[in-house]
């Protein structure tokens, strides 16, 4: 039978489906990324994008009308935004449901021009787009769509024509990215986005996925769960087993096995081979599940959770939450002060940096950076403590700009000015660079301009073996990492470290500071310092403790 229709109920299984999928391949999509260095990486940064949205879907329950799920989709997705591709798929969801949300129910014609209007959305949160990558993907798709909304016989086949034209682009996107094919990958952003399409397929086409116990792992919000939604669980027990069969079963037996179940429960599981048949079923009365599993079989690994009791602690558990949260926010109001003309937030991952930051008058920081990648609601909750009519936001990383370009298109009472530092020294000296009695908006072209003259190196390790910029790098090697790319890597730490100065010093270069990290001790850093000095007399040599984690030194020139 053609199906030409889907509705909300339909949509959201399919979105929390994408949703599992992508958190089931976050790893192996981390390692994809190009740059193998200890980040907050592809894969994790979309999880908890998204997974930020799920939770808001899974607490609307089944009968969700297409307004709400579309609101939580967006809202979700939007506030949990971490990293650039976190950030551009929370935008190509939220072009997707603005499209869908006063409708009651979507035909390929519709989804089509859904997906159109994300990728519109999505390019325009990137400032200078590049070919091979999560966006190639998204445009790809949406021109499949397009192309064959109008003649498709049915969504099945138009979806897995959308699904073979992602997995189809994304297999050429070494081809677009030359650093992609000299690693020997396919872009992590792209695979991230095909296995939400891919999961949203599998949901459509009736994969037995168990929605009802779906927690989301890592997201940064709250699942609030009301009362109400207590009183209409209509089954209370979660009910699992593993049924080690005496003879294989027919497949008219495991029909009737399905068939039971059902007239005693819902959110059923129930996967046969010759062996053994696994169960899982939300049920009012476990006793019969086992007694009719025992028919067929011994039974093992015997589960039972009383949902309803869970409900009661989850509520208590967040009330508790929401209630220090609140008390926070409102001690921050009371010690905000009056209102000020400026405010700064920067974002930074250790002790010394963070001190650094606040001796310039940062107002608050961010606890972030490469290690992990604050999302848009960190954002926004920083801009609520900061009592400023005008505020600059330091990301200080090239993969936080957009969720803080995200976080300053949500604010409306407060005027933010992201100045798009790449990295820490880029943010110590946009710090330093400002002017008081400047206008807001020169004093960000200042800002910005300062920090775009100071070349940076850092020193790390690298987590798997790659090619890159034509060095073969192995796991445990350390790297020395520039602003455009691998400056050095090898076995020895101080030889990489001194290969990184050389790498960003020229003659122009008067200062050099060095910010070591939580793993290297003052008579490290001191040698190091010596190191530099001998090499590059002329050269005036600072070292401050960052006290970062991951990264051995931070070092600038200027």
């Known amino acids: ?75 979700g997705s939007l506030r949990g935004a971490r990293g650039n591709s976190g950030v551009i798929l929370s935008q190509l969801l939220r072009g997707l449901t603005r499209t869908f949300r006063t409708e009651t129910v979507l035909d390929p014609i519709l989804i089509a021009k859904g997906f159109e209007r994300a990728v519109e959305t999505a390019y325009k949160a990137v400032m200078k787009p590049k070919e091979g990558t999560i966006l190639t993907v998204a445009r790809e798709a949406a021109l499949t769509a397009a192309d064959t909304a109008a003649d498709t016989p049915d969504l099945e086949t138009f ?63 709250v699942l609030k769960i009301s009362k109400e939604a207590e009183e209409e669980i209509k089954f209370g027990y979660c009910t699992e087993c ?45 006793g019969q599940v086992f007694e009719k599993g025992l028919t067929y079989g011994a039974l093992s ?74 999302s848009t609601e960190d954002m926004l909750n920083a801009i609520a403590r900061v009592n400023a009519d005008h505020i600059y936001i330091l990301p200080n990383n090239k993969n936080i700009i957009l969720a803080a370009n995200q976080a300053q298109e949500l604010t409306d009472d407060k005027d933010i000015l992201v100045v798009p530092t790449r990295t820490i020294p880029q943010g110590i000296t946009a710090m330093i660079s400002y002017e008081e009695g400047v206008p807001a908006d020169e004093n960000l072209r200042i800002m910005s301009e300062s920090a775009s003259n100071v070349k940076t190196g850092q020193v790390t390790y690298a987590v798997r073996d790659t090619r890159l910029d034509e060095k073969d790098i192995h796991e445990g090697d350390f790297m020395g990492i520039g602003d455009s790319g691998i400056l050095s890597a090898g076995r020895e730490k101080l030889q990489v ?30 040698l190091f310092r010596q190191k530099i000095s001998e090499s590059f007399p002329d050269i005036e040599v600072e070292v401050n403790y960052g006290g970062q984690p991951v990264y051995y030194y931070i070092i600038s020139a200027e």
Not at 187 to 202: I, K, M, N, P, W
Not at 258 to 283: C, Y
């Open 159 to 221: 979806f897995r024509g959308i699904l073979a034209s992602a997995e189809e682009t994304l297999q050429k996107t070494p081809e677009m990215l030359p650093v992609l094919k000299e690693a020997g990958v396919v872009d992590s952003g792209g695979q991230g986005l095909v296995e939400v399409l891919r999961g949203a397929f599998d949901a459509y086409m009736g994969k037995e996925i168990d929605y009802s116990s779906f927690t989301p792992s890592g997201a940064p919000k």
């Open 242 to 286: 593993i049924v080690l069969l005496n003879r294989p079963l027919s497949d008219d037996e495991v029909h009737e096995f399905k068939a039971f179940l059902n007239s005693i429960g819902d959110s059923i599981v129930l996967v046969a081979d010759d062996e053994l048949v696994k169960i899982h079923v939300h049920t009012n009365h476990p």
């Open 1 to 75: 039978m053609e199906i030409m229709t889907i509705d909300a109920k339909m949509l959201s299984k399919m979105f929390l489906s994408g949703a599992r999928n992508l958190e089931a391949k976050k790893e192996w999509i981390n390692e994809l990324n190009v740059f193998p260095v200890p980040d907050g990486d592809t894969g994790t940064n979309m999880s908890m994008t998204i997974l930020s949205a799920a939770s808001e879907v899974s607490s609307l329950g089944q009968d969700v009308d297409m307004d709400t799920l579309c609101k939580a989709i967006s809202s």
């Open 301 to 374: 690994r015997i589960k039972v959770d009383n949902m309803r009791e869970e409900h009661q602690e989850k509520l208590f558990k967040d009330s508790q939450k929401l209630a220090k949260e609140q008390a926070e926010a409102d001690a921050a109001r009371e010690n905000a002060g009056p209102r000020k003309d400026t405010g700064f937030i920067a974002v930074a991952a250790g002790e010394g940096l963070s001190d650094i930051f606040r001796d310039l008058g940062a107002d608050y920081i961010i606890e972030g950076g490469q290690t992990m990648n604050p």
């Open 497 to 526: 470290a001194l290969e990184t100065v050389d790498s960003i010093v020229s003659e122009d270069t008067e200062i050099l500071s060095v910010y070591y990290g939580e793993d290297i001790t003052e008579e490290e850093a001191e």
